[in-house]
């Protein structure tokens, strides 16, 4: 009766999470923990492939680590780990590497993206190896499962091709993963431009809610979201993104359905609606917030548990790669 197995990772690139990694993944992580058997990576190598500070990454993946404790990750349920401590992760991306075609790499939309905005010849090769580094830590747990947004499809199916591709090669060996798509994921969006998404990448401070801010700049920042000048609260994700955003996170925080808001807010103004969001996200996040600080306040803990999550990933990974190396001839 052995669960199917998942696996997910998260970048440590802010001091925060914001409302749509939360809502749109971590929230699902939390949920999977026991249907699934879950592994949950922190991943720290991915976080360098566009520069960053020694210091602040380390801090950084303390922080990650320990705001997916508080928002409900138990590593008695779960295997929660930095990426870079299970040295296997980049060991099978080199052989990974060497059986992708560097125009099947060349044509991973994100990278494309990411590149052109740091100046083509800038981009390093790690950012350009990223989605095979990516298929290791997929495949590296034989998950059966990936949770996945929109913006990651394409890098799922490269992790399946490079699954099918080696077992062909080298027989049978790695699981193929398929997307797990949640039924409901919200897709937060910015506050100030409710038609591009919610992220820490594009969106302008007053854009994004972080589960680490304080509650009254939150508010604040809901106060000022861009809306349009209608008055009437209906969920239209076309002509009315802006409230369509607002009832999409009150929903999801709340436990309450969006046609129950709708009601509770017939004939109230858009302004009713943002002070009672940002008392929702000031209830929401406080807890979380005691407990990341709680977390934050014991890093040798923290660090303790993380070790410990290394150390149940890598039962799973060294089997794994084992295998992998038997079978190229290693
Ligand atoms: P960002 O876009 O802020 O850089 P990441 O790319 O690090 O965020 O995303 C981490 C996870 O959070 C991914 O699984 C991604 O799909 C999800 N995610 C990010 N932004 C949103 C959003 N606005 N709405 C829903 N999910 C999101
Ligand atoms: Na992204």
Known sequence: TARPRVFSGIQPTADSF?????LGAVRHWVALQDSHDAFYCVVDQHAITAGHDPKVLRQRSRLAAAQLLAVGLDPERCTLFVQSQVPEHAQLAWVLGCITGFGEASRMTQFKDKSARQGNERASIGLFTYPILQAADILLYQ????PVGE?????LELSRDLAQ????????????PAPHIVKDTAKITDLQDPTAKMSKSSSSPGGIVDLLDDPARSAKKIRS???DTGREVVFDAETKPGIAN????YSALSGRSIDDLVAAYDGRG?????KDLGEVVRDFVGPIQERTRSHLADPAQLDKLLVAGAEKARQVAVETLGVVYDRVGF
């Open 18 to 22: 914001h409302l749509g990694n939360y």
């Open 143 to 146: 998950a059966n499962a990936v």
């Open 151 to 155: 913006d990651q499809r394409q890098h």
């Open 165 to 176: 591709r080696f077992n062909k090669l080298f027989g049978r060996t790695f699981t193929v």
């Open 225 to 227: 979201a861009v809306t």
């Open 246 to 249: 607002l009832l999409t996170i």
């Open 270 to 274: 858009y302004g009713d609606l943002k």
